[in-house]
């Protein structure tokens, strides 16, 4: 029997996870575990699993799940959820190198050939958009998500709201009718903010409108979802399918789950199972590094309610280092016209540079997202 012999964690530029999950017969699988802005107890807790799982069979995924996420008496929460999420990802991709094919082909094998992603253009400040939108055009993708707004009031002014909506006509003039623009509003507005707010980018035709209320609020989603025709998405700060069936009640079309935050690669199918339930469709959170977003296109190409994957090529949290410096095949992640081809590699399918990873390792990180505050003095939402 294959057993788990070692796993290590590397806390890698520019704000990243990583956890090395090794066997003794040489196969190894590696795992992207982070809570962006609180890497160091996400590090340790997955320190505090690997306890459990040295000595394991690495292939009984679903038993050591499981396990990690259901035997102690205090659970969940991002710092657990996404450290049992990067080492679940890590035994997938064990799995799919132990028996030569691609993790897809373990979800019951792909129902696409491609996947269509999106890019991030800002948003926070009105001039960073056109230059953005622009050059993602040019890159050849046919979606973008632009944030809604920067700092946002308790209540909105009636100049805050026109400048959401302008933000949002700017995007529609630059991109056409035949692109698509997603538009997060980042928990920043209140409830009634956003039911005043969707129903005026309506006639812009966005994709999706992403966490427009705080997701510890899901009572407040149905007046959200009610009032106006734009699709409500939510998830990247949800952690289970507990945490999703409410949000799902409460009628969103779109769901996020982050394959890094919610479970790994295991309880995200669960998740898209369940939206299905619902006719939501699934669009999982990626502003991460490679191995979050290798996990993320296994799931896509094998779920049949997929409908775009985020990811975070130079996206401006990438200071320093981004994405591509820790592959060693930077084709796996080869966009074409806005999709991404079917990865064949075992496994996660992406090669990782251990080397890259160890030397980056060396010089850590510290990153902590912004606080921002209102005129007042009080804690704005970042």
Not at 9 to 33: I, K, Q
Not at 270 to 292: F, N, Q
Request: hydrophobic share 45%; proline share 7%; aromatic share 8%.
């Amino acid at each position: 029997m294959v057993k788990i012999v070692g796993i290590e964690t590397f806390l890698v530029p520019p704000r990243w996870l990583f956890c090395r999950v090794a066997t003794d017969e040489g196969v190894v699988g590696w795992g992207e575990p982070i809570v962006e802005g609180r890497a160091e107890p996400v590090r340790a807790a997955v320190h505090v699993l690997a306890e459990y799982l040295i000595e394991k069979d690495p292939l009984r995924i679903e038993d050591h799940w499981q396990v990690m996420a259901n035997g102690g008496f205090y659970r969940g929460g991002p710092v657990l959820s996404s450290a049992l999420a990067g080492l679940d990802q890590a035994l997938w991709d064990i799995a799919g190198k132990t028996y030569g094919v691609p993790v897809h082909a373990l979800l019951g094998g792909p129902v696409r050939d491609r996947v269509r992603v999106y890019s991030w253009v800002g948003g926070d400040e009105p001039a960073e958009l056109a230059e953005g939108i622009g050059a993602r055009i040019e890159a050849g993708f046919t979606a973008v998500k632009m944030n809604a707004s920067g700092r946002m009031p308790v209540l909105a002014t009636a100049a805050d709201i026109a400048g959401v909506v302008d933000r949002v006509a700017l995007a529609r003039e630059i991109l056409g009718p035949a692109r698509d623009v997603a538009v997060d509003f980042h928990g920043r507005v209140s409830a009634a903010d956003a039911r005043r707010i969707l129903p005026l980018i309506a006639e812009f035709h966005p994709m999706f409108a992403e966490e427009p209320v705080l997701p510890d609020r899901p009572h407040l989603l149905p007046g959200v979802v009610a009032a106006s025709s734009v699709p409500v998405a939510t998830g990247e700060r949800l952690y289970s399918r507990w945490d999703f069936r409410p949000v799902l009640e409460a009628g969103v079309a779109v769901v996020q789950p982050d394959l890094s935050h919610a479970g790994g690669i295991s309880e995200t199918r669960r998740i898209a199972a369940l939206a299905e339930v619902w006719d939501a469709k699934l669009a999982p959170h990626c502003p991460l590094g490679p191995l979050a977003l290798a996990a993320s296109l296994q799931v896509a190409f094998a779920t049949p309610n997929f409908l775009i994957q985020e990811q975070s090529i130079g996206l401006h949290y990438n200071d320093g280092a981004d994405l591509l410096d820790y592959v060693a095949d930077p084709a796996v992640f080869r966009f074409t016209e806005g999709y991404v081809a079917r990865p064949e590699a075992p496994g996660l399918g992406v090669e990782i540079d251990e080397a890259a990873v160890r030397r980056a390792d060396q010089a850590g990180h510290a990153w902590r997202n912004p606080v921002w505050r209102h005129d007042d003095g009080g804690v704005a939402e970042w």
